[in-house]
T-cell receptor, first 115, second 112 residues
């Protein structure tokens, strides 16, 4: 597809289980971002990948969170030993460094519910 | 330390009138400022952006104003329509890191 694709769109899991969320950025976009939006809150930065540079992990809330990106394509966000406070919509976005609008393109998000 | 702030959590406007959403920032290294609209259960949708070298950008009913001396950004929607009711986020891109920082959002309600 032409846009940013995320899967699953919805995930319900039990506390303590691990989850993996996947993001397919727009082809050719070198930058990939993960954000999280908890209920009633703003967009919280998690991690940022730019080409082959070391990722900016400064927003990851704990060491239970990790993310990988294969080259300039798919990224996976992994949450280990999920907690109820991890319940949120996890949003992936990508952008082109050569943009003339600065636009960041978002996927539809993965809604995670931890019971 | 919130680098991008939206101090009004909500705003109600009558249909046909102007909606003005505001945003303040602290970092002088931002090169692009953007506005996104978000409906429940959907990803944010890009509305309009402005480069830091400009002070105004217009696209149809949407105009963004940038006041660099005041470090203030605003989005004007005129005329407002009921379909504009959504949460609006302002965002800024750091020119060195290319990291996008978002405000906490303003919920706009346009009353018919």
């Amino acid at each position: 597809g032409a846009g940013v694709s995320q899967s699953p769109s919805n995930k319900v899991t039990e506390k303590g289980k691990d989850v993996e969320l996947r993001c397919d950025p727009i082809s050719g976009h070198t930058a990939l971002y993960w954000y999280r939006q908890r209920l009633g809150q703003g967009l919280e930065f998690l991690i940022y990948f730019q080409g082959n540079s070391a990722p900016d992990k400064s927003g990851l809330p704990s060491d239970r969170f990790s993310a990988e990106r294969t080259g300039e394509s798919v990224s996976t966000l992994t949450i280990q030993r999920t907690q109820q406070e991890d319940s949120a919509v996890y949003l992936c976005a990508s952008s082109s460094q050569g943009t003339n609008t600065g636009e960041l393109f978002f996927g539809e998000g993965s809604r995670l519910t931890v019971l | 330390d919130q680098q991008v702030k939206q101090n009004s959590p909500s705003l109600s406007v009558q249909e046909g009138r102007i909606s003005i959403l505001n945003c303040d920032y602290t970092n002088s290294m931002f090169d692009y400022f953007l506005w996104y609209k978000k409906y429940p259960a959907e990803g944010p949708t890009f509305l309009i952006s402005i480069s830091s070298i400009k002070d105004k950008n217009e696209d149809g009913r949407f105009t963004v104003f940038l006041n660099k001396s005041a470090k203030h950004l605003s989005l004007h929607i005129v005329p407002s329509q009921p379909g504009d009711s959504a949460v609006y986020f302002c965002a800024a891109r750091d020119s060195g890191t290319y990291k996008y920082i978002f405000g906490t959002g303003t919920r706009l309600k346009v009353l018919a």
